[in-house]
């Protein structure tokens, strides 16, 4: 089997059921934001993990991140799966409120260890933190994407992310801190 088809050549693709839609869709378009908020924790992970790279990271956290990557995965499922035909059937594309819960509990542990927030901060500090800032603000325009999508998703979609996005700013915290790298106040 070859990685290309040709199906997508005059601008269209599938969802899952099979349903025809156009590259713009605006479905299409919340699911590949998704998509690049995984590749770019995907990028955290790596930037961390390379010889030269920050010691914000632990085993512990990359093991959550790659956690996270795999909810996005299910998230993604859930957006292209507009009909419900794959999600009861597969429960690894199925994102739960104690999935939202795992989020709000990794916030607490890493909130912490940082000190209060009096100010806005510029995004920034080591290579990893910057990166999760970056993935934080896809995150939050995935969230624009998913809250504009007609018919309404689950809910518990908007949750997932929106605690994401909490996460991913707090990380980015807990990271440059355990990177020595100093937040810049605005």
Same mark, same amino acid.
């Given at each position: 089997m070859t990685i290309y088809t040709r199906t997508g050549d005059s601008g269209e693709t599938s969802y899952f059921?099979?349903?025809? !839609? =156009?590259?713009?869709d605006p479905r299409l378009d919340? /699911?590949?934001d998704v998509d690049e908020l995984n590749a770019? @924790?995907? @990028?955290v992970r790596a930037t961390a993990a390379a010889p030269s790279g920050d010691a914000?990271?632990? !085993?512990s956290l990359d093991e959550e991140l790659a956690h996270i990557?795999? %909810?996005l995965l299910a998230v993604g499922a859930q957006l292209a799966d507009p009909a419900k035909k794959l999600a009861p059937r597969v429960t690894k594309a199925v994102v739960t409120d104690a999935d939202v819960a795992r989020l709000e509990l990794l916030?607490?542990?890493m909130d912490a260890e940082l000190p209060p927030l009096r100010r806005f901060i510029l995004a920034g500090g080591t290579p990893t933190g910057a990166a999760l800032h970056v993935a934080r603000t896809v995150c939050r325009r995935a969230e624009r994407r998913l809250v504009a999508l007609?018919?309404?998703i689950d809910p518990v979609l @908007?949750? /997932? !992310?929106? =605690? @994401?996005? %909490?996460l991913l700013f707090v990380l980015a915290r807990a990271v440059n801190r355990r990177g020595g790298a100093p937040e810049t106040e605005w």
């Open positions: 059921d099979g349903t025809r !839609v =156009r590259k713009d919340a /699911y590949g770019w @924790l995907g @990028l914000g990271i632990d !085993v990557q795999r %909810d916030i607490d542990r007609e018919p309404r @908007l949750r /997932y !992310v929106n =605690r @994401l996005s %909490d």
